[in-house]
């Protein structure tokens, strides 16, 4: 059996794409309650230590042949002014390193790390290099690879993925970007759409850019389904619609530009809604779990800040299989 211990572990998600090759979770960590409530609604509360990274030491970790790491990103985009290393959610990434260090010849054979893009970009690249560093000085070589969900989903998701291994390294071309993949496929078919004054409201905050792309899909003979996102303008909510049928980044829904809708337009007629739970799942491929324990929000907070599930799927299957059976 293959073993992984998985940190900032979230609701579960990374589990759920190694269990796809049949790699075993047997330690899980994070610190967030309502995302442990998730967790253990899903997998059970043995392999879950909920608590913060600082407070532990390579002693407490079990013997494994894998580990990985999505530590928060919040420091590593906008909503984190790029603070990098600097910040403190996104430096906890140096404990994770720690503790490998405390595990000494236990630590595992191979790791994996994950965060988004401006994780190769953050303070001039120096937050990467420090990390790629790290995991140098502990007996790995490394390589990453950036994959995007919408090789699987409808939706726009680049990641950054490190690999260390303490052996050869070498990882194939990541998974090309499906076109045929709509955000339809994914819609529920009957939602909560809006009212015509709160419709109204949504088109007058569009700009002529915006406005004019909506109108060229109101005239569409085919009705289409597109993701809309808020984004704050001198001081003031706007709406923006994509210019492709698939949905943006799912985010944590907290703030103005988190939370997003969906606009249903063609044959003269348009309907806006907020995306559901239930779509926020299948865009992260992860509608066979459960999420009765916390509410809707608190359950698209957790999605939102997750990995998608196919996408460690095929990086389990073509990069950490052929590394961990070396």
Same mark, same amino acid.
């Given at each position: #059996?293959?073993?992984a211990?998985?940190f900032?572990?979230g609701?579960g998600?990374m589990?759920?794409g190694l269990?796809?090759?049949g ?9 967030d ?7 253990v609604?899903?997998? !059970?509360?043995e392999?879950? /230590?909920v ?6 030491h390579?002693?407490?970790?079990p013997?494994?042949?894998?580990v990985?790491?999505s530590?928060p ?9 790029y603070?990098?290393?600097n ?5 906890l990434?140096?404990d ?7 595990m000494?010849? &236990?630590? =595992? &054979?191979?790791?994996m ?5 401006g994780?190769?970009?953050?303070? $001039? ?8 560093? !790290?995991? /140098?000085?502990?007996?790995y070589q ?9 090789a699987?989903v =409808?939706?726009?998701?680049a &990641?950054v993925f ?12 990541? =998974? ?20 015509p004054?709160?419709l109204?409201a949504?088109?007058?905050?569009? @700009? ?5 792309r ?9 009705p $289409?389904y597109y993701g ?7 001081g003031?909510?706007?709406w923006?619609?994509r ?5 943006g980044?799912?985010?944590t829904?907290? !703030?103005? @530009? ?5 606009v249903?337009? $063609?044959r ?6 907020? #995306? @559901? ?5 299948r865009?992260?491929?992860a ?9 809707p929000?608190?359950?698209?907070f957790?999605?939102?800040d997750?990995v ?10 073509h ?6 059976c070396?």
């Amino acid at each position: #059996m293959i073993r992984a211990v998985e940190f900032f572990a979230g609701m579960g998600l990374m589990r759920a794409g190694l269990e796809y090759v049949g790699i075993k979770t047997v330690f899980a960590n994070d610190i967030d309650k309502t995302k442990a409530k998730l967790y253990v609604d899903n997998w !059970g509360r043995e392999e879950l /230590h909920v608590g913060d990274i600082r407070a532990l030491h390579g002693d407490c970790i079990p013997d494994a042949d894998l580990v990985t790491a999505s530590f928060p990103c919040t420091d590593m985009s906008l909503a984190g002014h790029y603070k990098g290393l600097n910040g403190a959610q996104s430096s906890l990434v140096l404990d994770f390193l720690r503790i490998l260090d405390e595990m000494g010849a &236990r630590a =595992p &054979r191979t790791l994996m790390i994950e965060n988004v893009m401006g994780f190769l970009t953050a303070n $001039g690249g120096r937050d990467w290099e420090t990390v790629v560093d !790290g995991i /140098h000085k502990l007996g790995y070589q490394s390589a990453h690879i950036i994959v995007d969900a919408s090789a699987f989903v =409808p939706q726009s998701r680049a &990641r950054v993925f490190l690999f260390g291994h303490k052996g050869g390294i070498e990882l194939p071309e990541p =998974p090309e970007i499906r076109k045929d993949l709509r955000l339809e496929n994914i819609a529920e078919e009957h939602g909560d759409w809006w009212p015509p004054d709160r419709l109204r409201a949504f088109l007058q905050t569009l @700009s002529p850019i915006q406005s004019k792309r909506v109108s060229g899909y109101q005239r569409r003979f085919w009705p $289409g389904y597109y993701g809309a996102f808020r984004r704050t303008r001198r001081g003031r909510a706007v709406w923006e619609v994509r210019a492709d049928e698939i949905a943006g980044t799912l985010r944590t829904t907290r !703030g103005g @530009s988190a939370k997003q809708a969906i606009v249903r337009a $063609g044959r003269g007629d348009i309907a806006v809604r907020w #995306m @559901s739970l239930t779509e926020y799942a299948r865009l992260q491929g992860a509608e066979h779990l459960r999420y009765d324990s916390v509410t809707p929000s608190q359950a698209m907070f957790a999605l939102g800040d997750a990995v998608c599930v196919p996408v460690i799927e095929w990086l389990a299957k073509h990069c950490l299989m052929p590394l961990l059976c070396q």
